[in-house]
C-alpha cells in the first residue's frame, strides 16, 4: 500500500512539473502559477524560477518514493519536508486569487498531501 500511495504522489507530481516546464519554455500558462500575476508568458526570470520549481518537485518525489524503499535511501531524510511543502503548497493554491490555479492545483495537490501523509503514516 505504501509504494502505491508513493507512486501516486509521483505520478500526480508529473502534473505540475509538466506545467512548470512548459511555462519555463514560453507557454502562455503563467495564469496557472504564482496567483495568475502573468496571465500569458512568464517573465524570463520567473522561467528561471519554473526550472527550480520543476526540479524541486522532483526532489520532492524522489523522497516520497525513497520513503516507501523505491529509490536511493539517502532522499528519504527529506521525506517530511517534502510533506510539508506538499502541505504548504495546497494552502497556498487553495486561497490563490486565481479561480484557474485554485481549481486546476487545489485537488491535485491535496491528493499529493493524501499520498504523502499515507506513506508517512502507514
Known amino acids: 500500500m ?3 500511495l508513493a507512486f501516486a504522489y509521483a505520478g500526480l507530481t508529473a ?3 509538466l506545467m512548470h ?3 519555463a519554455a514560453g507557454a502562455p500558462l503563467g495564469r496557472l502559477t504564482v496567483g495568475g500575476r502573468f496571465p500569458g508568458c512568464l ?3 520567473w522561467r528561471v524560477l519554473a526550472l527550480v520549481q ?4 522532483c526532489t520532492m518525489a524522489g ?5 516507501a524503499g523505491i529509490g536511493p535511501l539517502p532522499v528519504a531524510v527529506l521525506f517530511w519536508p517534502a510533506v510539508v511543502l506538499t502541505l504548504l503548497s495546497l494552502v497556498a493554491n ?3 486569487p486565481s479561480r484557474p490555479e485554485r481549481l486546476l492545483w487545489t485537488p ?7 499520498a504523502a501523509l499515507g506513506v508517512g503514516f502507514l
Open 94 to 96: 487553495a486561497a490563490s
Open 54 to 57: 520543476a526540479a524541486l518537485l
Open 43 to 45: 517573465p524570463p526570470a
Open 21 to 23: 516546464l512548459a511555462n
Open 2 to 4: 505504501t509504494q502505491t
Open 63 to 67: 523522497a516520497v518514493l525513497a520513503r
Open 108 to 114: 491535485v495537490l491535496f491528493l499529493m498531501a493524501a
Open 15 to 17: 502534473l505540475p512539473v
